[in-house]
């Protein structure tokens, strides 16, 4: 059992939000901009992203409702990391390739 109180998850929830705040309008903004399937693509990868954080924590077992120590908040902060790098990959890679094949 921890002794670490929950003002331990602050610092993590405030990068989250900064990045939400930072990352989703210009990411919207830029999709917009783009071509058919393109800015379409990109507007499904966020959705899911935003679907994937709001879900992970209903699973009890990882975020539990009574004590804070029995969680593994590091399977929902890995499972969120994981989410992100691999729609970064996503839209990294897609574009590129689509663009390259017009071209």
Partial sequence: VSSVGISWLIPQYTLIAAAEAFIFPAQTEWALGRP?????????????????????????AWVPQTNINDGHYDLFFFSLAFGCAGSSMIFALVPTRLWSQRA
Avoid at 40 to 59: D, T
Wanted: proline share 4%; charged share 5%; glycine share 12%.
């Fill in 36 to 60: 058919g399937l393109i800015g379409l693509a990109i507007a499904v990868q966020s959705a899911a992203a935003v679907a994937m954080g709001l879900a992970l924590p209903h699973l009890r």
